[in-house]
Structures are given as C-alpha cells and as structure tokens.
C-alpha cells in the first residue's frame, strides 16, 4: 500500500525533477524511480545529473530506502544507452575531454548500483521496453532484473565500431560467463527477454503488463529477511569484483575508440539517433544541438565551477556543424 511520504523524504519528492518521477511506499521504505528523458530517453548529461542527485541523497540518509526500482515512463523504451547526438557533437568536434567527462558519469552512476548492498539498499530494474548499450549496462548491476516479455536489449555499438562502454563485458561475465559476453557484445544484435533470461542475465520474464506486480512480488519477498540477502550480495560482489578503476581504465579506450571512428560511422550513428527520436516521440523537442550544448556546459560547470564556462572548444562546439536531426 502507498502511504504519504516520511518527512524526511519528502523534501526528495517534491523537488522540481524534470526527467524522472519518484514515488515513495512507506509499508517498503521503496523509492522508485521512471525516467522520461527527453529530446532522447538515453543517459544525457542532463538526466544523469538528476540521477546522481536522488542516489546521492539516498546515500547520504542511510535506513531510509531499503527498496530502489527504476524505471521508464516512455512507452516501448527503457533506454537508449549513450548519448548519441552528443557524442556525434563531441567527436566531430575533436573533444576528448569532454567524452572523458561524460564517460566519468556513466562511472559514477553504474558503481553506485555496483555498492548499492552496502549501503544497505535492495535493487531492482523493471524494463518495459528497448534498452540498448549503456542502457543495458545499467541493467545489469541491479540485484534483482524483470523483464516484460516483448522487451529487447542488446550492444549496438559494435556495428558502428565503437567500443561497448564502461560496464558491458564486467556485468555480462559477472551473470553470464564469457562465451555469452563474447556472443553479446560481438554480434551487436538485439536479443528477447526470454533468450536474455536463458542466457541468466534477466532473473523473472513476465507478460507484458505483468512487471508492476512482479516488482511488488520481488520487494515483497526480499523485505522480511532484507539484511540477510544484502549480506549475501555483498558476499557476491567480493566473489566476482567489479572495481572503479577497472571501469575508468575502459572509459580511456572507450574515449580512443570514439576518436578513431570515420565520418561513415558517425552518419550510421546519426541515422540510429534520428530513428530514436523519432521512437522516443522527441523529434519536435528544440534544436537537439543546443540542447546538448547547454547540457555540456552545466556538466563542467559542475565539475570545476565556473572555469567550466571558459574551456576552449565549447563556445565553437556546434559551429558548422550538425547531427542532422
């Protein structure tokens, strides 16, 4: 049953969020989350930031939440992964640092899942539709994983040379051992959630509509004997670990990657943004350009204050030059 939010989170829930939505269960102390990102439900700078804020609060108030579930709120896609527009934008502009920056933030967000346990919350990712690249990367470090059945996931980026980002091979190895990794991540294709739940990285495939209720099945059944499972995910992670480091070391060949891709690569990768705005219903949303420009500003901006304003490259970013949707 949901309950009217605790006072001490409910300062969480009546902030102006923009590109996710928060409800509180009190009888479950469970916080979830939908993201509706937009022009592109994709892990933009923008939304990253707002995930940040609520996890860090979540951090910061321990014994608060004990259940996370995210979410989307846009039908027939979870995520998209990376931020395709901008890294178009960044790699025709010859800007490393900023990839490096963005590649930094998928880090951060990605290994707060990975200690989620010891921090003493309870994970769970309910996905309803796509979810592509880093989208299913960040999938895969949720304790517990639902799948509607009409869902798809997959690592696209092989097909247009770039290099699968910065938790792809950890979390596929950690679930499902290294001749599925090397079959996911090298054919580039989509799979369905009943063949991601045979090869183990999905936990339950339920019908679609079903995956509201099977998220309350799963929180229902973790609750009573929460410290024990925490422990024992705990115990997981030590078992098979998945280190910081070992990720930012990624996000250098990543960001190698990124540079080395030709113009024909980048004009399939502007062809494969276009056809998620057009999925995600975004395409009508503002220059796309600028909405990425303005999101790169504020992302530096928070990373060393206001000489985040004055770095070279950003003021001529998207001079003469467009992603062409």
């Known amino acids: 049953m949901k309950r009217d939010a605790p006072s001490d989170i409910a300062t969480l829930l009546a902030e102006p969020w923009r590109y996710v939505r928060l409800e509180w269960n009190d009888e479950l102390s469970m916080l979830r989350l939908a993201m509706r990102v937009t022009p592109i439900q994709c892990y933009s700078l923008a939304a990253m930031a707002e995930l940040h804020r609520v996890r860090g609060w979540i951090a910061a108030n321990p014994g608060v939440v004990k259940h996370y579930v995210m ?10 992964g990376g931020d395709l527009s901008l890294f178009v934008l960044l790699i025709r502009a010859r800007d490393a640092e900023s990839l490096r920056l963005y590649g930094r933030r998928c880090v951060d967000l990605v290994w707060w899942m990975e200690t989620a346990a010891a921090h003493g919350v309870h994970t769970v990712a309910l996905v309803q539709g796509d979810t ?12 517990t994983i639902i799948f509607e059945r009409s869902a798809q996931a997959g690592f696209p980026e092989v097909l247009f040379n770039l290099f699968p980002g910065m938790g792809a091979w950890q979390f596929t190895l950690r679930r499902a051992g290294f001749a599925v ?16 739940h045979a090869r183990h990285l999905v936990d339950r495939v339920v019908d679609d509509g079903q995956g509201e209720a099977a998220v309350l099945q799963a929180v229902r059944t973790v609750h009573p004997r929460l410290r024990g499972t925490l422990a024992a995910l705990r115990a997981r992670s030590l078992a098979v670990p998945v280190t910081r480091e070992s990720m ?3 996000v250098e060949q990543w960001v190698d990657s990124a540079m080395a891709l030709t113009d024909r690569d980048l004009k399939l990768m502007e062809r494969l943004a276009r056809a998620q705005l057009r999925k995600a219903g975004g395409a009508a949303t503002g220059a796309v ?9 504020c992302a530096w901006h928070d990373e060393h204050g206001d000489r985040g304003g004055d770095r070279a490259g950003l003021g001529s970013l998207l001079a003469g030059r467009t992603i062409g949707v």
């Open 71 to 80: 979410g989307s709120d846009v039908a027939g896609v979870f995520n998209f």
């Open 132 to 143: 592509l690249g880093g989208g299913l990367e960040s999938v895969l470090p949720f304790h």
């Open 181 to 196: 990794a090397n079959e996911m991540i090298l054919s580039g294709r989509l799979y369905g959630a009943d063949e991601l």
């Open 248 to 250: 930012l070391d990624v």
């Open 289 to 297: 350009e600028e909405i990425k420009r303005l999101e790169l500003e």
